[in-house]
C-alpha cells in the first residue's frame, strides 16, 4: 500500500487520508529545515502519537529530510489511562530501537495531579475558576524539559494539535483543548509553551497534523502505523482507547483518567467495551471521589476579610478553599481501594503486566507526609471554617457587612 493507494472517503470533497499526509510533508518541508533541532512533545494521546510515528516513518524512508538533532519528550502525567500508557512504553522502546533521543517528563512530585490535591489540598480542577492541572502537570514540566534539552539554543516545537479539515476552511487556528475531541496539553504546548519563561524567543512551534479529521488519525493508528512498511508500531491500543470504528462519532477528548474537566468518560469507555481491560471498571468510582472533594463539606472557606499578597483585600471574603484532612485522608483510602481492586480485577482477568499504580508507594509516603505536617495552600492556615458551616455574616474590608440570605455561594 502506498499513500497514493488509500483512499478512505470515496467521492466526496472531504480531504482523503492520502492529502493529509501530503500536507503534512508540505508544512514539515517549509518549516523544518529552518531548524537543526526538532523537539516533539508527545503526550501519548492519539493525536501526538499519530504525530510521533508518522514523522519517524517520513524521516525514515527519506520522504522528509531529517534534522540534525530529533528529541522525543514524552509528558507522563501519571494519570494516563493503562492501555495507553502500556503503549506509550512499547513506543518509547521502539524509539530507542531507532536510537531516537526519548525522555520522560513528569511534574516534580509535590505538584503531581493527587499529591497535590490529597497532599497539599487544592480542589481538584474546574472548568469555571479551577483549571490549575494543565500547566502544572503538562505544560511547565514540558518547558523545564525542553530548556534542558536546547541547553543555550533553539528548536522546532512539534505538537500534536489537531483541527480537522476547519484548520484549512478557516484559516484560523483554536487551540481550545476543553472541546470534545481534542488531546487535554496540545493546544497548551502550541500556545503557552512559547512563551514560557525558560524558552521564550527560543522555540518555534508546528502543528503538522492540524488538518487531519479524526478518523484519519485513528486509521493511521490502527492500520497504517503498526504495519512494518510504515514502521511497525504499537499504536492499535491508542487506537481502540478513542472509539475504534466510531472514532469519529464517539470523539473522545484525550487526557487524565476521570478528568474533571470533561463530561463523559468516552475513552474509559471504549476501553471498558474490551474484555481483556474490564478489570478497570473501578475507575469509573473516581469522578464521583473528585465531584465529592469539591463540595462545600469537605473544604474551608475564608470567614472574612482577606489580605492577599499584593496587600489588597480579596474580592470574595467566603471563598471556598482547600480540602480538610478528612477528606484528603478519606479520599486517599478510596483511591487506593479502587487501585487495589483493579489489580485484583488484573489478576483475574489474566493480566501479567505491570501492577497498577495511579498512587504509588513514593506519591502515598508523601501524601501522607503533607498531610502529617498540616499543608496547607498558600494563604490558608487550617483556623479557617468549614465552607458547610453557615456564615450568616460577611465582613468587607471596608468595615461593611452582608447578611448572607441565601445561604452558600462557591467562589473559587
Ligand atoms: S486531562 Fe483534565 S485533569 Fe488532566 S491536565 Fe487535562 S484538564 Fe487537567
Known amino acids: 500500500m502506498t499513500i497514493r493507494d488509500l483512499h478512505l472517503f470515496e467521492g466526496g470533497a472531504r480531504l482523503q487520508m492520502n492529502e493529509s499526509i501530503e500536507l503534512t510533508m508540505q508544512s514539515l518541508q517549509a518549516y523544518g529545515p529552518a531548524h537543526e533541532h526538532w523537539v516533539v512533545a508527545w503526550s501519548g494521546g492519539k493525536d501526538s502519537t499519530a504525530t510521533l510515528t508518522l514523522i519517524v516513518w517520513l524521516i525514515n524512508t527519506g520522504k522528509i529530510r531529517a534534522p540534525k538533532r530529533l528529541t522525543v519528550l514524552y509528558a507522563d502525567t501519571r494519570q494516563e489511562l493503562p492501555p495507553l500508557a502500556i503503549a506509550a512504553e512499547a513506543i518509547m522502546d521502539e524509539l530507542a530501537e531507532r536510537d531516537i533521543e526519548c525522555r520522560i517528563v513528569r511534574a516534580p512530585l509535590d505538584k503531581r495531579f493527587l499529591v497535590y490535591i490529597l497532599g497539599r489540598g487544592v480542589p481538584p480542577p474546574n472548568n469555571n475558576t479551577l483549571r490549575w492541572c494543565t500547566r502544572q502537570i503538562k505544560v511547565d514540566p514540558m518547558a523545564a524539559a525542553i530548556a534542558e534539552s536546547i541547553g543555550d539554543g533553539t528548536a522546532l516545537t ?8 476547519s484548520a484549512i476552511r478557516d484559516r484560523r487556528i483554536e487551540m481550545s483543548c476543553g472541546k470534545d475531541g481534542a488531546e487535554c496539553g496540545q493546544g497548551w504546548y502550541q500556545q503557552v509553551l512559547p512563551e514560557s519563561r525558560s524558552v521564550r524567543g527560543r522555540i518555534a512551534t508546528l502543528a503538522p497534523l492540524l488538518h487531519w479529521r479524526v478518523c484519519h488519525v485513528w486509521e493511521w493508528l490502527r492500520h497504517w502505523a503498526p504495519r512494518e512498511e510504515f514502521g511497525g508500531w504499537s499504536s492499535e491500543l491508542i487506537a481502540d482507547a478513542y472509539g475504534g470504528d466510531e472514532a469519529e462519532e464517539t470523539n473522545a477528548r484525550t487526557g487524565c483518567i476521570a478528568c474533571p474537566l470533561a463530561q ?64 484528603r485522608l478519606s479520599a486517599l483510602d478510596q483511591i487506593l481501594d479502587i487501585q487495589h481492586r483493579v489489580n485484583l480485577g488484573a489478576i483475574g482477568n489474566g493480566w501479567k ?50 447578611h448572607d440570605l441565601f445561604g452558600l455561594e462557591e467562589a473559587s
Open 158 to 165: 512539534i505538537t500534536g494539535v489537531r483541527q480537522g479539515e
Open 264 to 327: 463523559e468518560e468516552k475513552a474509559l469507555n471504549s476501553i471498558l467495551a474490551m474484555p481483556r481491560w474490564r478489570h478497570l471498571a473501578p475507575l469509573h468510582e473516581l469522578k464521583p471521589i473528585y465531584r465529592w472533594l469539591r463540595e462545600p463539606a469537605q473544604r474551608l472557606r475564608k470567614s472574612g476579610i482577606e489580605r492577599l499578597k499584593d496587600g489588597s483585600i480579596g474580592k470574595n471574603p467566603q471563598r471556598m478553599g482547600p480540602l480538610t484532612f478528612e477528606a
Open 353 to 402: 503486566g505491570d501492577v497498577f499504580e495511579l498512587i504509588n508507594a513514593e506519591e502515598e509516603a508523601r501524601i501522607r507526609a503533607l498531610i502529617a505536617t498540616e499543608t496547607w495552600p498558600d494563604g490558608w492556615n487550617g483556623d479557617e471554617p468549614h465552607a458547610d458551616e453557615w456564615l450568616p455574616v460577611t465582613i468587607y474590608g471596608n468595615g461593611a457587612e452582608q
